[in-house]
């Protein structure tokens, strides 16, 4: 008798007190002993959660960085610089020879000399032509020969221009034999140098010189969250810098394959480009923002809700997910500390199950 009564002692104990291996700490009571195995959850502060935290790197402007290519094909005559010179835009970086180039300078002078003398000769027949001295077919063929050569005028200026040389360049290439010289566009760092001397290059070819320019990016993240209003930003690099950043656009476009989209930042110094890290949003104090289970939030009427326990009973509280993995959600409004159905689909199943209980008996 004796042993009984201490063994139904210890099944009560047992019962009664809570599993050590829970996860989720205790099970509130529910109307139907189905609704008691979903586990109620404390709703956790969202601040400094992983589901808000962007991978990020920093991306160099256009401008960080020069090649220069041949436009034509080149010779190379001299070099001037070396690799990690520092060089200044405008400065000679090489002399060369452009055959092609040389040959459309060649045409633009002659077809200049052409229609100066041209335009003389029009001038005289027409200045005859009022004494009646001279044939209409003479002065049409003046205006032809103009014409002509006006048009090579043209032609020799597009080749000219192609390669980034002006009329007056062009009169200079031929005072100088033929030779021109490469410049530096940006003031920076000779990373490469590609131009033996004596080497002739293609036009499209590989570039001849790169020119690195010091200069700070912009941080470009991918980001599967919406934006909460009135959010900060922090950039935290791989060595753990913290820099504060400013929003500046979000991609319209999203990402088919994972959902996320490109979010664009500008940081308050300088970071260099190249550098990789991440992006964490941080809340704005004073809202209701909390992180649950994802199995927590359930739809109703096309809105996101959960299930809350209060001092009154269970309530269905609206919120808006700001965003969701496997496991987590982060939402609004919601404050944090809140109980919640860790299942809201177990939990609307165990309650369903109980009405039926109740009303089979």
């Known amino acids: 008798m004796r042993t009984r009564l201490a063994t ?23 109307p139907g002993p189905a609704s008691q ?46 690799v990690g010179d520092e060089v200044r835009a405008g400065q000679p970086l090489a002399e060369v020879v452009m055959p092609e180039i040389l040959e459309a300078a060649g045409r633009l002078a002659a077809a200049e000399i052409r229609i100066e003398a041209q335009s003389r000769r029009r001038e005289q027949l027409l200045g005859l032509r009022e004494h009646g001295l001279v044939r209409t077919a003479d002065l049409a063929e003046a205006e032809a020969a103009l014409a002509e050569a006006r048009a090579e005028r043209v032609a020799a200026l597009a080749v000219l221009g192609s390669a980034g040389i002006s009329g007056a360049d062009a009169r200079k290439l031929l005072a100088r ?15 490469s140098v590609d131009a033996p001397l004596g080497s002739v290059h293609e036009a499209g070819s590989s570039p001849l010189f790169r020119i690195g320019a010091a200069s700070t990016g912009r941080i470009v993240g991918r980001a599967s ?6 959010a900060t930003f922090v950039w935290i690099g791989s060595d753990g810098t913290e820099v504060s950043l400013s929003l500046r656009a979000s991609s319209p476009l999203i990402d088919p394959r994972d959902g996320t989209r490109e979010v664009f930042f500008d940081p308050e110094v300088p970071l260099r480009p190249g550098l990789t890290g991440k992006v964490q949003i941080r809340l704005p104090k004073g809202t209701a923002y909390a992180a649950v289970p994802a199995r927590a939030v359930f739809l109703r009427d096309g809105e996101a809700r959960v ?19 496997g496991t987590d959600a982060v939402v609004k409004g919601l404050v944090p500390g809140a109980r919640v159905a860790s ?3 177990r939990y609307a199943a165990s309650q369903a199950e109980a009405e039926g209980e109740v009303g089979h008996e």
């Not at 601040?47 to 401008?63: F, R, T, Y």
């Not at 969250?225 to 009135?230: D, F, K, R, V, W």
């Not at 299930?307 to 993995?325: D, M, N």
């Open 343 to 345: 299942d809201a689909g």
């Open 177 to 191: 034999e033929g030779a021109t010289t490469l410049e530096s566009p940006i003031d920076g760092v000779v990373l």
């Open 8 to 30: 139904t002692i210890l099944l009560l104990a047992l019962s009664g007190c809570p599993r050590a291996d829970d996860p989720f700490g205790e099970r509130e009571p529910g």
């Open 225 to 230: 969250a919406s934006i909460p209003e009135n």
């Open 37 to 82: 195995s979903v586990p109620w959850v404390a709703a956790r502060d969202a601040a400094g959660h992983p589901l808000l935290e962007i991978p990020a790197a920093v991306v160099a402007p256009a401008s960080a960085e020069a090649t220069i290519s041949p436009p034509a094909t080149t010779r190379i005559l001299q070099v001037f610089v070396q």
């Open 307 to 325: 299930f809350a326990l209060e001092a009154a009973g269970v309530r269905e509280v609206p919120v808006r997910v700001v965003t969701a993995s």
